[in-house]
């Protein structure tokens, strides 16, 4: 069995069984064995809300026990939670298939870790790049340019005086 502790210091037991897996399919519509095939990994792995519905329904049992709704269950997820949650999550689905099936998930969960790694590695060494820093205020400066009175591109209309009344 795996655990997370949420922001606001609850620990929660995540455990998959074919109960567990009925219940998450029925609440959320994920059907948590595509986890092998299917994109499931990256999925809950790149989005928090997908990944609070389903550990909500996975942990509901505990939730209803100590009268803590979807909203405050979800409120507990934030920050390093989110981490903590994602690594119990897969963790426990690593746990629920046979050795052989096992094998499977757990090198898609290394390979799905390893995209996102490098995948932040390169958004720093980007932002990192003092160019990039220069263009953003360029641009920045450009699209805040205000026209000023002495601009001959200015589009203010002619004053009362030059406009003939017949």
């Not at 809300?49 to 550990?55: F, P, Q, R």
């Not at 709704?69 to 994602?86: R, V």
């Not at 160019?131 to 699209?143: S, T």
């Amino acid at each position: 069995m795996q655990k997370f502790v949420d922001r606001a210091g609850r620990i929660w037991i995540v455990d998959i069984d074919n109960t567990t897996l009925r219940r998450v399919k029925t609440l959320t519509g994920v059907h948590l064995l595509e986890a092998i095939d299917g994109d499931l990994i990256t999925r809950l792995s790149t989005d928090p809300l997908l990944l609070g519905d389903v550990l909500f329904a996975i942990c509901k049992p505990q939730a209803d026990q100590q009268q803590i709704t979807d909203e405050a269950f979800g409120e507990g997820l934030a920050g390093n939670s989110i981490d903590d949650a994602t690594g119990a999550l897969l963790e426990a689905l690593i746990n629920y298939f046979p050795e052989s099936r096992r094998r499977l998930l757990r090198k898609a969960a290394e390979k799905q870790k390893l995209i996102e790694t490098r995948g932040i590695s390169a958004i720093e060494k980007r932002l990192d790049d003092p160019n990039l820093v220069d263009k953003f205020v360029e641009d920045l400066e450009r699209k805040l340019a205000v026209p000023t009175l002495n601009d001959s591109s200015s589009d203010l209309p002619a004053s009362s005086e030059s406009i003939q009344v017949p």
